[in-house]
């Protein structure tokens, strides 16, 4: 089996950690196997992948998270037919609504499948739908979930706290949220991006990188960075967002100074995560939270930038501060940051990258025989 069809999701913009998930995948196989994505058709979307990457993408009307259950003619019959034409290969359903669609037909073709599962969907779902309908919907997607998980050759997990969560005995393989290859670099951006911010050198920068959802806890973030600054007046807080104008009131509102808002592109984010001391990623005690791995974890520790986490960011909370390579929000008092001299973040990710991937590839692997 040198044949790999990844069947994937809405992918809306090169910045998306599905994109960035689907991103390392390819990183990691694409030397071992031929890599076809399976993607629905957006006319006003550009999506950018390698060059040598197989696009195959079938019509579809509806634009929303869910649209797998909403175009099932369309689906099944591109699938059948690509599934058809390559014989016995390995089929990755990205993320459990690709896979609901996805398992079943992979078998009648003697495909093996693997799950990727980046979360609790089902309570993710609930949470974004509250009363009886996304109560409904929950019972729903958590039964499939359990046939997904039944029907799979290989589960992949971005946390073990979600592969303990479906208490099966099944070939499974923890591969988190990995930066991609351009958070890897060895140039440092670092004196060019303050100077152009005009950030002098005993500053420290406090960054947050992301959106305005309400599970990423923006306001408590603004809160926190407001205490630190009430004993550290040389610090500066730097938001990068698509959502500049919520940020900017969020900022005013709060009151905090010395703060910066910015649009930067993906591409460019490892240039001004270089700027950097300390990033934020705060999570509350759900379930959600403690099954995820978010991607900006790493992409901050990738590029030296030691992250400022609470308890419930899925293994990262347990395992970067053990390694001293994060700092873990709790009741005590804040204590003083420092500059982080000597900090091993980008080394640390290089190392745990290739102990990862090596275990994604050999699981992989192990599905030809």
Same mark, same amino acid.
């Given at each position: 089996m040198k044949k790999i069809v990844i069947v994937a999701s809405s992918i809306y913009y090169l910045g998306d950690g599905y994109k960035t998930r689907i991103d390392t995948e390819i990183e990691r196989l694409n030397r071992l196997y031929d890599i076809t994505l399976f993607i629905p058709k957006f006319k006003d979307k550009c999506i950018e992948f390698p060059q040598n990457i197989t696009i195959e993408e079938y019509p579809t009307n509806y634009h929303g998270r869910f649209h797998f259950l909403y175009n099932n003619y369309s689906f099944f019959k591109r699938l059948n037919i690509l599934l058809k034409k390559y014989g016995e290969c %390995?089929? %990755?359903? @990205? =993320?459990?609504? &690709?896979? %609901? /669609?996805?398992?079943? %037909?992979?078998? $009648?073709?003697n495909c093996k499948f693997v799950f990727d599962c980046h979360g609790t969907e089902p309570s993710e779902f609930k949470l974004n739908n509250p009363g009886i309908k996304g109560s409904l919907l929950f019972i729903l997607l958590r039964w499939l979930e359990k046939k997904v998980v039944k029907n799979s050759d290989l589960i992949v997990t971005v946390t073990k706290k979600q592969f303990d969560y479906f208490k099966v005995q099944k070939d499974n393989v923890v591969f988190p949220m990995m930066p991609t290859e351009r958070f890897l670099s060895h140039i440092s951006y670092r004196e060019e991006i303050r100077n152009k911010l005009d950030i002098n050198d005993d500053e420290l920068v406090f960054v947050y990188s992301g959106q305005n959802q309400k599970w990423?806890?923006? @306001?408590e973030?603004?809160? +926190?960075y407001r205490k630190i600054r009430q004993q550290q007046t040389d *610090?500066?807080?730097?938001?990068? *967002?698509?959502c500049v104008d919520y940020f900017? @009131? !969020?900022v005013q509102k709060k009151e905090i100074e010395n703060a910066v808002v910015l649009s930067v592109p993906y591409e460019e984010m490892p240039r001004y995560l270089d700027a950097c001391d300390y990033g934020f990623c705060i999570r509350n005690s759900s379930i959600i939270n403690?099954?995820?791995? &978010?991607? /900006?974890? !790493? @992409?901050?520790? =990738?590029? $030296?930038?030691s992250p400022i +986490? =609470?308890?419930?960011?899925?293994?990262?909370?347990l395992i970067l501060p053990?390694?001293?390579l994060a700092y873990v929000v709790s009741d005590s008092p804040i204590p003083r940051f420092k500059k982080n001299e000597g900090y091993m973040g980008t080394e640390y990710v290089k190392k745990m990258n290739k102990i990862m991937s090596d275990d994604y590839k050999k699981a992989i692997k192990s599905l030809e025989s």
């Open positions: %390995i089929v %990755i359903g @990205e =993320s459990l609504v &690709p896979a %609901i /669609k996805t398992y079943r %037909i992979s078998k $009648n073709y990423q806890m923006c @306001e973030i603004c809160d +926190l *610090t500066r807080l730097l938001i990068l *967002t698509g900017e @009131e !969020l403690q099954f995820a791995s &978010p991607t /900006k974890v !790493l @992409e901050y520790v =990738s590029r $030296n930038v +986490l =609470s308890d419930y960011v899925g293994d990262f909370s053990k390694e001293d």
